[in-house]
């Protein structure tokens, strides 16, 4: 199984993704966690380029390509061979957030971003991607002064963002969850598990 958690900026998915896959664990499953970009040599270096080198001009194009860079050598080094292992793979972010802060937000054809992600990822898709919405003046209050490249992109482009998981969600209901983000961190926890659950029992045969 193959899960990614997603979201804006100061949603709160760092701590949703260890609570996940703490209980994951619990369940007896063998979990392997990643990030896009990032969880092997080549996309920690395009992620270090894409989100701190506030020094370096990049076009949306060649952002959103980077990405998608990243994204296949992930999915070839670690998301692919920890799935044929029988692992649940846990991914923070992956090609829905492309499409929403690249097409969405950043004015790329959402439906060209779907495409390349396609190709980029050979075809593997998350068997569900939850979304934590929060609204983007509570994201903004979470956000501390030290900031990534994408973090500071200012209000109207993260009100986009959000917009963008919202629109994406609705357009993709079997693919895509949205949970309320700005609930206690133990309430959404239950939502994440509420929403995985039932694909885990099928995956069993529970």
Not at 49 to 60: G, Q, V
Not at 183 to 202: M, Q, T
Request: proline content about 4%; some cysteine.
């Amino acid at each position: 199984m193959f899960f990614s958690i997603d979201g804006g900026d100061g949603c709160g998915k760092s701590t949703q993704i260890d609570l996940l896959c703490d209980w994951l664990r619990q369940r007896g499953c063998e979990v392997a966690a990643c990030r896009d970009p990032g969880s092997t040599p080549l996309g920690e270096a395009v992620r270090e380029l894409l989100l701190h080198r506030h020094d370096l001009a990049i076009d949306r194009t060649s952002e959103m390509l980077l990405y998608m860079a990243a994204r296949a050598q992930l999915v070839a080094e670690f998301v692919r061979p920890a799935s044929e292992a029988g692992k649940i793979v846990v991914c923070d972010r992956y090609l829905l957030a492309n499409v929403v802060y690249q097409g969405h937000a950043g004015g790329l054809d959402v439906d060209t971003l779907w495409q390349v992600g396609r190709v980029a990822t050979g075809g593997l898709m998350p068997d569900l991607t939850v979304v934590l919405d929060l609204p983007s003046h509570e994201a903004e209050a979470r956000l501390g002064s030290r900031r990534d490249r994408m973090e500071q992109q200012g209000d109207a482009f993260h009100r986009r963002v959000r917009e963008g998981f919202l629109a994406e969600a609705a357009r993709r209901p079997h693919e895509i969850v949205v949970v309320d983000a700005s609930r206690p961190i133990d309430e959404v926890h239950k939502a994440v598990r509420e929403a995985i659950a039932p694909l885990l029992g099928r995956e069993t045969g529970r």
